[in-house]
C-alpha cells in the first residue's frame, strides 16, 4: 500500500517548456486535488476532482490544467512554464468530503 | 470569503516549554470542519486531527491538545512538554461548502516551530 505517489519528485524547467505531474493513490478515494505550496503563504488549491472524469477549479488554477481518466490518477499539466510557477507541488487524495487528506512527498518544480 | 489566520510565523521554544499554536478562521458557512497538519523538515504532511463545526468539545492526544471555540473563531493547538522532534512548520486548515456544489479546504500560511535541546 504506497499511499499517495507522486512523480517526478524534482524537475527544472525553462520558460515556455510544458510537462505533467503525476499523481497516484492506490486507497480507492473519489476526491484528489492539487495544491502548491510557496514561502509565507501555506497551501493553495490548483484544482481538484470529486470522482472519475470530473475536475473543478481552485484558488490559483490559471496556467493549469488537470485530468482525471483513471480514478486512481490524477495529472496536472503546464502548457507553456512561467517562473512564477516554480514552486512545491502537493498531490493529496480524501475518501470522503471533509475527512482528513493524505498528502504526496511533493514535486519540487523550478522555472528559468 | 473564507479565510484562515496563523499569526505566529516562527515559534522557538526549549525543550519541555508548553507551547500554543494560534488558529483563527473566517467563515459564514454553518458547517464546516477544521483540521490541523504537521509538515516535518523532511516535507510530508501529515494530518494531526479533524474537527466539525457542531463538536467544540476539546481533545487530548498524548501531549498535544486542542481548544476550538466558535465564539472567537479560534481552534488553537497547544503541545505540552515539547520535544525536539516536534520541530515542524504545523497548518491549521478550514473546510467549507464551495459554490460549484463541491467543497473546498483553505489552508493557513503555517506556524514554524523550532524546539531546542
Known amino acids: 500500500n504506497a499511499g499517495v505517489t507522486q512523480t517526478p519528485k524534482f524537475r527544472v524547467l525553462k520558460t515556455g517548456q510544458s510537462m505533467t505531474l503525476l499523481c497516484a493513490q492506490d486507497?480507492?478515494?473519489?476526491?484528489m486535488y492539487w495544491y502548491r505550496q510557496d514561502p509565507g503563504m501555506g497551501l493553495r488549491l490548483i484544482h481538484y476532482?470529486?470522482?472519475?472524469?470530473?475536475?473543478a477549479k481552485g484558488e490559483v488554477p490559471d496556467g493549469y490544467n488537470v485530468s482525471r481518466l483513471k480514478k486512481q490518477n490524477f495529472l496536472l499539466g503546464l502548457e507553456s512554464a512561467a517562473p512564477s510557477q516554480t514552486s512545491v507541488y502537493f498531490c493529496?487524495?480524501?475518501?470522503?468530503?471533509?475527512?482528513?487528506?493524505?498528502f504526496g512527498p511533493g514535486t519540487r518544480l523550478t522555472v528559468l | 470569503a473564507q479565510k484562515v489566520t496563523q499569526a505566529q510565523t516562527e515559534i522557538s521554544v526549549v525543550e519541555k516549554e508548553d507551547v500554543t499554536l494560534d488558529c483563527v478562521y473566517e467563515?459564514?458557512?454553518?458547517?464546516?470542519?477544521l483540521f490541523w497538519y504537521k509538515q516535518p523538515p523532511s516535507g510530508e504532511l501529515v494530518f494531526l486531527i479533524r474537527?466539525?463545526?457542531?463538536?467544540?468539545q476539546n481533545e487530548i492526544s498524548g501531549r498535544y491538545s486542542w481548544n476550538f471555540q466558535k465564539s472567537t473563531s479560534s481552534f488553537n493547538f497547544t503541545i505540552t512538554a515539547s520535544q525536539v522532534v516536534d520541530s515542524a512548520v504545523y497548518f491549521c486548515?478550514?473546510?467549507?461548502?464551495?459554490?460549484?456544489?463541491?467543497?473546498?479546504?483553505?489552508f493557513g500560511a503555517g506556524t514554524r516551530l523550532f524546539v531546542k535541546a
Open positions: 474537527r466539525n463545526s457542531f463538536d467544540e
Open positions: 486507497m480507492n478515494h473519489e476526491y
Open positions: 467563515t459564514r458557512d454553518t458547517t464546516y470542519y
Open positions: 486548515a478550514l473546510s467549507v461548502p464551495a459554490n460549484t456544489g463541491g467543497f473546498k479546504t483553505i
Open positions: 493529496a487524495s480524501e475518501q470522503r468530503p471533509w475527512f482528513e487528506q493524505f
Open positions: 476532482s470529486v470522482g472519475e472524469g470530473t475536475t
